[in-house]
């Protein structure tokens, strides 16, 4: 039987990559992929940021090379958005929750196994955060977009505090179990936020984009008079 921390991982991994590969592959037939495009997109929205991790931690080759069940899982996720997509794409919205799922299952498991393969707290937690990102990452750099991670409310910011918070529980000897429930739920409570309140970092100012705030300041002041 596989040590309790080893069985969380992988739950934490999988579970991970079915939701990152769904996200994935919405965005290929959002984009009018053929059904091959659908299933990479998915793969590699899914993957990508774990199979990073694993490659800078020394843990090669890659789960998702040498475990036939992350391929099965990004395939099943695409196979199903493809044949599925009205309905997928009625639930667009509440694929953010998913995602934001997902953002925290990864977070956590790539932090947790930073640390198995003993890498630095700090840097533990960046990686965790670059397995949360990593895949969608390349997934919009593939459909010629700006990377979610760089215009979306606390993406990032909501991986790394995940992360940060099973490194911390690691550092006082806290139970890897707890400190990888509590940092997920941080993450995904981060994203419910940002998504439901606005939550945003602040963006850089352009002249044109300060021309546009303060016409928007002004408007109600227009049409009051």
């Given at each position: 039987?596989?040590?309790?921390?080893?069985?969380?991982?992988?739950?934490?991994?999988?579970?991970?990559?079915?939701?990152?590969?769904?996200?994935?592959?919405?965005?290929?037939?959002?984009?009018?992929?053929?059904?091959?495009?659908?299933?990479?997109?998915?793969?590699?929205?899914?993957?990508?940021?774990?199979?990073?991790?694993?490659?800078?931690?020394?843990?090669?080759?890659?789960?998702?090379?040498?475990?036939?069940?992350?391929?099965?899982?990004?395939?099943?996720?695409?196979?199903?958005?493809?044949?599925?997509?009205?309905?997928?794409?009625?639930?667009?919205?509440?694929?953010?929750?998913?995602?934001?799922?997902?953002?925290?299952?990864?977070?956590?498991?790539?932090?947790?196994?930073?640390?198995?393969?003993?890498?630095?707290?700090?840097?533990?937690?960046?990686?965790?955060?670059?397995?949360?990102?990593?895949?969608?990452?390349?997934?919009?750099?593939?459909?010629?977009?700006?990377?979610?991670?760089?215009?979306?409310?606390?993406?990032?910011?909501?991986?790394?505090?995940?992360?940060?918070?099973?490194?911390?529980?690691?550092?006082?000897?806290?139970?890897?179990?707890?400190?990888?429930?509590?940092?997920?739920?941080?993450?995904?409570?981060?994203?419910?936020?940002?998504?439901?309140?606005?939550?945003?970092?602040?963006?850089?100012?352009?002249?044109?984009?300060?021309?546009?705030?303060?016409?928007?300041?002004?408007?109600?002041?227009?049409?009051a008079r």
């Amino acid at each position: 039987m596989l040590p309790i921390p080893h069985v969380l991982l992988l739950i934490l991994d999988l579970g991970g990559t079915f939701v990152f590969a769904v996200s994935g592959a919405m965005v290929a037939v959002k984009h009018r992929l053929d059904i091959l495009g659908v299933l990479v997109l998915a793969f590699v929205t899914g993957n990508v940021g774990g199979m990073t991790r694993d490659v800078l931690i020394g843990a090669v080759p890659p789960a998702a090379i040498e475990d036939w069940t992350y391929l099965a899982v990004s395939v099943a996720a695409g196979l199903v958005t493809f044949i599925w997509y009205p309905v997928t794409d009625r639930l667009r919205f509440h694929m953010l929750w998913f995602d934001a799922v997902g953002l925290a299952f990864f977070a956590v498991a790539g932090a947790e196994k930073a640390l198995v393969y003993g890498v630095s707290p700090a840097m533990a937690a960046i990686l965790g955060m670059l397995t949360g990102v990593g895949g969608g990452m390349l997934r919009d750099m593939l459909v010629v977009e700006i990377p979610v991670v760089l215009r979306a409310d606390l993406y990032a910011l909501a991986a790394l505090a995940g992360a940060a918070v099973v490194v911390g529980g690691h550092l006082l000897g806290v139970s890897p179990v707890m400190t990888t429930a509590v940092g997920g739920v941080l993450c995904f409570a981060l994203r419910f936020m940002a998504i439901r309140r606005g939550w945003h970092l602040p963006a850089a100012k352009t002249p044109q984009g300060q021309l546009d705030e303060l016409q928007s300041e002004n408007r109600p002041h227009d049409e009051a008079r």
